[in-house]
């Protein structure tokens, strides 16, 4: 079977990556895959915006069995050494974080399963805007929304939508923890103290949230940029990644572009 390929031209893919997909290969839009990243395995797509950071791994053990699936939504983010085993499908929603050796199984095997021994196979499915720095998660879990688990944890159980959990095995710690939006007045603080950090001149619009720098509004609740481009839009945009606040927009013919 020929395999399909759909990579955007903006991709950026260092000379020492290796990539082996047999089936289909489709990655989005400004995506990075950096410095001895390896990609293995039959079907894997990566959605726009991702971000391979040096020694990333997708694929491992059976990653070429016919079970085999890895599917990553927008502003995919891959720490360095992050691993992901795709012997069965391993689904991922957008804005999700696999931080620094972080690894994700779908496969947990050695010893003989016909001398009783512990055998899985079974897939990972992981919602929108969750944060994993540095925790194993074992085959067969399912992990919402809106959710952030403690560096080291051993992920063995599901986790529901918006909590926080830690711990080996991991726990939830606290219910319903996320998302958790700051009161107007922490808003406004939290937008005067990234002026004066980084040096903005940023006027903050009451009620709508929007923020405004020169003729550009940047509107954090929607994650849209409306307005021209300016080398100050652009650094305020990537200093505000640093702190999570994503858009879905970016410079086209000197303004800004919904994407999404």
């Keep these: 079977m020929a395999r399909v390929t759909d990579i955007h031209p903006s991709v950026q893919i260092h000379p020492t990556a290796r990539i082996n997909v047999t089936e289909r290969l489709q990655i989005g839009a400004f995506t990075v895959i950096g410095e001895n990243v390896e990609i293995s395995g039959r079907d894997v797509e990566i959605g726009q915006e991702g971000w391979l950071d040096i020694g990333a791994r997708i694929g491992g053990g059976s990653c070429f069995d016919r079970q085999s699936k890895f599917s990553a939504g927008h502003f995919l983010h891959m720490g360095q050494d992050a691993f992901v085993n795709t012997a069965r499908p391993v689904l991922i929603g957008d804005e999700v974080g696999l931080g620094t050796r972080t690894a994700i199984y779908t496969h947990g095997a ?35 929304s809106n959710v952030v688990i403690g560096v080291n944890s ?6 529901p939508d918006g909590c ?21 007045l922490a808003y406004d603080a939290f937008w005067m103290r990234f002026a004066s950090d980084y040096d903005f001149n940023l006027r903050v619009l009451g009620g709508s949230g929007d923020v405004v720098l020169g003729e550009t509004t940047f509107m954090p609740v929607d994650q849209v940029i409306n307005g021209p481009t300016t080398d100050e839009t652009e650094r305020f945009r990537n200093q505000c990644r640093r702190y999570g606040i994503r858009f879905y927009a970016r410079p086209v013919d000197g303004r800004y572009e919904v994407w999404r």
């Design 110 to 144: 050695y010893l003989s399963a016909l001398d009783g021994f512990p055998v899985t196979f079974a897939s990972v499915h992981i919602g929108d805007r969750v944060w994993i720095p540095g925790a194993v998660i074992n085959p067969g879990i399912t992990i919402g």
């Design 154 to 159: 051993l992920v063995t159980k599901n986790l």
């Design 164 to 184: 926080l959990a830690a711990g080996s095995p991991a726990k939830v710690i606290r219910e319903d923890a996320y998302p958790a939006p700051l009161t107007s």
